[in-house]
């Protein structure tokens, strides 16, 4: 069921929010070469307590730590470790706050250093394609309008659509109804309504859509080892548009 979040409740998702978008606007600083993912990790989980709130994905169906790192041709769900970030990389981090019972969600990809053309490129057009998928929100509008949107703006640029991975609802849990594809059709899907809280997560490739999962069970690569970027906000569906609540 696809919940309307009351005023309390969007008060508290609007903190959740900001928690999560201020720990990316403070770990931004630190992705510099030679730091390791696993370093990553533990300045996350320290942010995120001393705002009173904790890590979604700690512990989420097994997930080891507390934050997603996804290097490169890393898609998404990368688990942090003693690999070290290089000059040229590009780092997705995935980000997740729970405030008094309530979550906000929000990946971003970021730059190692000076990267290659092709890499700007694809999370210049990434990031886009998110803002893109984010301005036919409103009340009235449909789910399937949001990823329309998101993959015209994908395939007129040469990009490959993950579509096996999607956005959906938050809330009390950081995954709630409904599911918000990167692909669809216009007048297709769910109705929004005024009070719906959802992220939207493009997942987009330098190369095909095709992807794999590895031997962790979490980590999710490109087929073709090309690299990936992934661009995620927390929103609140208005009645003539949407609020961000993870804004960095």
Same mark, same amino acid.
Request: net charge negative; with cysteine; glycine share 10%.
């Given at each position: 069921?696809?919940?309307?979040?009351?005023?309390?409740?969007?008060?508290?998702?609007?903190?959740?929010?900001?928690?999560?978008?201020?720990?990316?606007?403070?770990?931004?600083?630190?992705?510099?070469?030679?730091?390791?993912?696993?370093? !990553?990790?533990?300045?996350?989980?320290?942010?995120?307590?001393?705002?009173?709130?904790?890590?979604?994905? !700690?512990? $989420?169906?097994?997930?080891?730590?507390?934050?997603?790192?996804?290097?490169?041709?890393?898609?998404?769900?990368?688990?942090?470790?003693?690999?070290?970030?290089?000059?040229?990389?590009?780092?997705?981090?995935?980000?997740?706050?729970? $405030?008094?019972?309530?979550?906000?969600?929000?990946?971003?990809?970021?730059? *190692?250093?000076?990267?290659?053309?092709?890499?700007?490129? !694809?999370?210049?057009?990434?990031?886009?394609?998110?803002?893109?998928?984010?301005? *036919?929100?409103?009340?009235?509008?449909?789910?399937?309008?949001?990823?329309?949107?998101?993959?015209?703006?994908?395939?007129?640029?040469?990009?490959?659509?993950?579509?096996?991975? *999607?956005?959906?609802?938050?809330?009390?849990?950081?995954?709630?109804?409904?599911?918000?594809?990167?692909?669809?059709?216009?007048?297709?899907?769910?109705?929004?309504?005024?009070?719906?809280?959802?992220?939207?997560?493009?997942?987009?490739?330098?190369?095909?859509?095709?992807?794999?999962?590895?031997?962790?069970?979490?980590?999710? *690569?490109?087929?073709?080892?090309?690299?990936?970027?992934?661009?995620?906000?927390?929103?609140?569906?208005?009645?003539?548009?949407?609020?961000?609540?993870?804004?960095?």
């Amino acid at each position: 069921m696809i919940e309307i979040k009351s005023k309390r409740e969007i008060e508290l998702l609007k903190i959740a929010g900001e928690i999560t978008g201020a720990t990316h606007l403070y770990l931004e600083k630190f992705i510099k070469p030679g730091i390791t993912t696993k370093e !990553l990790d533990k300045l996350a989980y320290d942010f995120i307590i001393s705002k009173g709130a904790t890590p979604s994905f !700690l512990n $989420y169906d097994g997930f080891p730590a507390s934050i997603c790192v996804s290097i490169n041709e890393e898609v998404v769900h990368g688990i942090p470790s003693n690999r070290k970030l290089k000059k040229g990389d590009i780092v997705s981090l995935d980000i997740g706050a729970c $405030y008094k019972g309530y979550h906000g969600d929000s990946a971003w990809t970021y730059k *190692v250093g000076e990267v290659k053309s092709e890499l700007s490129y !694809l999370l210049k057009h990434t990031e886009k394609a998110l803002f893109e998928g984010l301005s *036919v929100i409103k009340e009235g509008a449909h789910i399937g309008d949001i990823g329309y949107a998101i993959e015209k703006y994908a395939l007129e640029h040469n990009l490959g659509v993950v579509k096996e991975l *999607v956005g959906h609802g938050v809330g009390r849990n950081v995954h709630e109804e409904p599911d918000v594809p990167n692909y669809g059709k216009k007048g297709t899907g769910p109705v929004l309504k005024e009070g719906m809280v959802i992220a939207v997560e493009p997942m987009i490739n330098l190369g095909t859509a095709d992807i794999a999962i590895l031997d962790d069970g979490w980590t999710i *690569v490109t087929m073709d080892d090309a690299p990936s970027a992934h661009f995620e906000h927390t929103v609140l569906v208005t009645k003539d548009g949407y609020t961000i609540l993870t804004k960095r």
